[in-house]
């Protein structure tokens, strides 16, 4: 065999093989050399501590770094997985490390850029992630293009706060509403503004908000801030006000002690000014149930224990129960005359009243505190000359949380033995002769033995009989307390003081000597005389004497 012949042959297919495999490798090695700024595709191979690797295929790998994938988010490396193509921008066609570097962004920018100018020139808002911040602002990147986020223009953030930096770093990674508000592509400058979206968001939905509300609905929203004048609330994009005077049926409460930024409320449409966009709301009267349902349990004549809340020179304002309140008015505080309701009540004393009035349609109450004084002093309550508590039973002393009683500062009260005690102590107690002069027909009526000697007592107490006069009989005197009774309620206190020191004396000899008979006696009326009322009782008292 000759030499020729023993050397092995090689297959065409494995030659041509060969030379593409020497083409590939020279067109690498002379024409695949990257250059800067050109756009090419890769292929992600994998992560790094660097950034993402690329293969784009060259003898070298290419490097994204983590900054130059800020469009795809703060965690743009985690979207991408080994197999995807992407599309770069060579930076850094090769590095001491022995790789390119290239830029997701950059790439991206291009387009970025077209993108930002249509929506500059459109005013459109959108939608972008926060991948930054530092002193001045939030950074975001918009398709590829870095953009700045002026802290004036954040609208969750106040420049004067304090603790802006913290609040800027706890919107990183959020997405925010922003709109274009200034584009140079030269000096490569974009700003956005997140108030300046938000405010047209909110005038939108202020338009439609206003289209679909009415009055007299209750919506449900949230106390958006909180002035001393009264509580804004957010309806879905369009603040209304609820005013001071109605927020509750309470008095005397603030604004920020009642609600806090962000509470859920429910409010009722009291006005909707479409033509100067204001919503005019109320929240106490989105729970009118409250009141009503307390109301319907009380009843007229009733006898309640509230605490004064407020003072006016018309009255004093009690609160009762819950939401409940009501007016002692000025003429129903004492029997007497006064100009001012300090003159026997305080802010936060506890006082009896007397349900006098109920007016559900303007959720209003109208109390007395003169009318209940004497229920109140069968329950306990005392009170001084002016008509003023002074002392309080002890379960509403605990009710109320009031301090216990100073037994040691009160000389003990000893009770009445006598009819003619008990005049003397309830006269003694309120200056107002009517009114004590009533009172002391009930307590004389009370603490008597029998009723003996109870109309002489009476009489000789308002001056209306001689006391060294025999007394009449228990019979003849019954009808004297209801005669009393009846002169007590008719004639003012003035009138009944006048009538008992110029016309008992009159009133003794006309009847007798005979001058004035039982028929021509006045009666109690409207516009009875002066002396009626205190001729009344004492003229009774002679003729069932004669009688008998």
Not at 379 to 402: H, T
């Amino acid at each position: 065999m000759s030499a020729d012949t023993a050397q092995p042959t090689t297959p065409p297919e494995a030659e041509m093989d060969m030379g593409a495999l020497l083409d590939l490798e020279a067109a690498q090695s002379g024409g695949g050399q990257l250059r800067r700024g050109e756009i090419i595709e890769g292929m992600v191979m994998g992560a790094s501590p660097d950034g993402l690797i690329v293969d784009v295929g060259t003898k070298m790998e290419a490097v994204i770094p983590h900054n130059e994938m800020l469009s795809l988010g703060i965690d743009g490396a985690s979207r991408l997985k080994t197999g995807d193509t992407v599309r770069v921008m060579v930076l850094q066609p090769s590095t001491a490390e022995g790789h390119a570097i290239v830029s997701l962004d950059r790439a991206r920018g291009e387009e970025g850029w077209e993108t930002l100018q249509k929506r500059f020139e459109s005013g459109e808002i959108f939608e972008a992630q926060v991948t930054g911040h530092n002193r001045g602002g939030l950074l975001v990147n918009v398709d590829g293009v870095n953009a700045f986020v002026p802290l004036s223009q954040v609208e969750s953030v106040r420049r004067d706060d304090p603790d802006a930096a913290n609040q800027l770093a706890s919107l990183v990674g959020q997405v925010i509403k922003l709109k274009v508000v200034e584009l140079n592509r030269k000096r490569n400058r974009v700003i956005l503004s997140e108030r300046a979206a938000m405010a047209e968001i909110r005038k939108e939905q202020k338009d439609r908000v206003l289209e679909e509300l009415e009055e007299g609905q209750i919506r449900t929203g949230r106390v958006s801030s909180i002035t001393d004048f009264g509580v804004f609330i957010d309806l879905g994009g369009a603040d209304g006000l609820a005013h001071m005077t109605e927020l509750t049926w309470e008095r005397g409460k603030k604004a920020k002690d009642l609600f806090q930024v962000g509470d859920e409320v429910q409010a009722y449409v009291l006005k909707v000014d479409r033509e100067n966009k204001k919503i005019s709301l109320s929240l106490k009267r989105a729970q009118p149930e409250r009141w009503d349902t307390t109301v319907d349990r009380l009843v007229i004549g009733q006898i309640l224990i509230g605490r004064v809340t407020k003072l006016m020179p018309f009255g004093a304002f009690v609160r009762l129960e819950g939401p409940v309140e009501g007016l002692i008015h000025i003429s129903e505080l004492s029997n007497r005359r006064i100009q001012h309701p300090k003159e026997v009540v305080k802010e936060g004393d506890v006082v009896p009243v007397k349900l006098v009035r109920i007016e559900k349609d303007r959720h209003r109450l109208g109390l007395s505190l003169r009318q209940a004084r004497s229920d109140a002093e069968a329950m306990g309550f005392v009170f001084d000359a002016n008509g003023s508590v002074i002392d309080y039973p002890d379960d509403v002393r605990e009710q109320f949380g009031l301090p216990p009683r100073d037994t040691s500062a009160q000389p003990a009260r000893r009770e009445p033995r006598t009819a003619q005690e008990a005049i003397e102590q309830a006269v003694a107690r309120d200056p107002e002769p009517m009114s004590a002069f009533a009172a002391a027909f009930a307590q004389a009526l009370e603490n008597a033995e029998a009723g003996n000697g109870i109309a002489e007592t009476v009489a000789q107490v308002a001056g209306l009989a001689p006391k060294d006069e025999t007394p009449a009989p228990a019979e003849a005197s019954a009808p004297a307390p209801a005669a009393a009774e009846e002169a007590a309620e008719a004639a003012p206190p003035a009138e009944a003081q006048a009538a008992a020191d110029s016309g008992a004396g009159d009133t003794e000899t006309r009847v007798s000597t005979g001058e004035t008979s039982p028929d021509q006696m006045p009666h109690n009326n409207d516009e009875g005389s002066e002396t009626a009322p205190a001729e009344a009782p004492a003229a009774t008292e002679e003729e069932t004497a004669d009688g008998s």
